[in-house]
T-cell receptor
Framework: EDQVTQSPEALRLQEGESSSLNCSYTVSGLRGLFWYRQDPGKGPEFLFTLYSAGEEKEKERLKATLTKKESFLHITAPKPEDSATYLCAVPPNTDKLIFGTGTRLQVFP | EPEVTQTPSHQVTQMGQEVILRCVPISNHLYFYWYRQILGQKVEFLVSFYNNEISEKSEIFDDQFSVERPDGSNFTLKIRSTKLEDSAMYFC????????????FGSGTRLTVV
């Protein structure tokens, strides 16, 4: 069964304290892996798509990496405005996305 | 930046009533989707729509649900007879090509069934 698991469920960081979020997946054929940011009461906001193992993408303080079984979202020197839920999703062999439960990140000044 | 617009932002309805959730996808996008998120749970796929027909639907999308693109700009989700368990955030999304290249989501409609 296609599945996406994210850890940790919640993460509290001091401003400037770097960390990583994990997304592990089991799908029959990986066609891409997506990272989204979700603020409370809002829709998912697209961050990155990764298509093959070894690929990396960066945006401001965020860097996403992909291996054959998992992806990491590295957050370098986070700021309070980075507080959000970060969602990982994969499209299995169809056009829909299967989402993980997300990591709720809180960054304190 | 182009965005997907959803209305209303919040709807309260009585159990058994019909509701229509509305979406205006990005104008040059061809693929349309509905997802839902029950409070505290995962975002779940409901249905995908392309070329004026459903291309895929989940087990959740049973006979009480329907989708329509009534004109060139709107995309709607109808729930015929709402149940308490239909209470959730409903997100519309669209993509230019197939979804493997990324979707744009709307801000959602919070549906509360009482």
């Amino acid at each position: 069964e296609d599945q996406v698991t994210q850890s940790p469920e919640a993460l509290r960081l001091q401003e400037g304290e770097s960390s990583s979020l994990n997304c592990s997946y089991t799908v029959s054929g990986l066609r891409g892996l997506f990272w989204y940011r979700q603020d409370p009461g809002k829709g998912p906001e697209f961050l990155f798509t990764l298509y093959s193992a070894g690929e990396e993408k960066e945006k401001e303080r965020l860097k996403a990496t992909l291996t054959k079984k998992e992806s990491f979202l590295h957050i370098t020197a986070p700021k309070p405005e980075d507080s959000a839920t970060y969602l990982c999703a994969v499209p299995p062999n169809t056009d829909k996305l299967i989402f993980g439960t997300g990591t709720r990140l809180q960054v304190f000044p | 930046e182009p965005e997907v617009t959803q209305t209303p932002s919040h709807q309260v309805t009585q159990m058994g009533q019909e509701v229509i959730l509305r979406c205006v996808p990005i104008s040059n996008h061809l693929y349309f989707y509905w997802y839902r998120q029950i409070l505290g749970q995962k975002v779940e796929f409901l249905v995908s729509f392309y070329n004026n027909e459903i291309s895929e639907k989940s087990e959740i999308f049973d006979d009480q649900f329907s989708v329509e693109r009534p004109d060139g700009s709107n995309f709607t989700l109808k729930i015929r007879s709402t149940k308490l368990e239909d209470s959730a955030m409903y997100f519309c999304a669209s993509s230019e090509g197939q979804g493997i290249h990324g979707y744009t989501f709307g801000s959602g409609t919070r549906l509360t069934v009482v």
